[in-house]
């Protein structure tokens, strides 16, 4: 039960992260409302499922309300941005979605993957499932944070995420770590592909 629910989360990151790029616009914009209804609802069902306790409890309850708000200001911004805006308004609609906006939300979406390997403990999860987790978020994670430009808080949270796993070694604490392992060596490679980070767009594959 506890595999099913930590991979429910991790598909419903990789879809609502993903889905939205691809739908168009309007399209969009309009399955990105779904977003953190599935995201942190599917947090929130693996908490309830592993009895979480009141340190992964408060710091899950933080880190999802601010996912919400930096979820809806990208939103509310990018929303606004698709209707052409110029000057000023195109100035603070490129900083409360590009700039703001992907901040906090990437931030809190990697506080909350921390909370949920914080919650679960001992929780037992086979090689499989922590494998398939591994590569759902670490590719969601590189993804994001090349396109939201954030790519630089994804190395930070595995230079703090990889140590714990070493030390505390729980399976879902290693998946969740491995996520962020192999999102910083696509990161690099990225890097070393194209000499710099540009974002995916910035190269025509968005």
Known sequence: ???????????AVLVFHHAPSFAGDTAGDWID????????????WFLW????PGPALVLAFVAGV???????????????????????VERVTHFWDEEWGHFEWHLVLFGLTAALALAAGAEHVSRRVGFAVAVLLGFTFFTSTVEGGTWWLELIATAVLV?????ARGAVLVSCASAFALAAVMIGIW???HGGMPQF???GWL
């Open 33 to 44: 409302l779904l977003t953190p209804f599935a995201v942190v609802g599917a947090a929130a």
């Open 191 to 193: 890097a070393a592909w």
């Open 66 to 88: 601010l996912y919400v708000d930096g979820h809806g200001i990208h939103l509310a911004a990018n929303s606004i941005g698709h209707e052409s805006p110029t000057g000023d």
């Open 1 to 11: 039960m506890v595999a099913r629910r930590l991979l429910l989360f991790a598909v």
């Open 163 to 167: 140590p714990w796993a070493l030390r």
């Open 201 to 203: 767009s910035d190269v």
């Open 49 to 52: 499922g592993v009895r979480a």
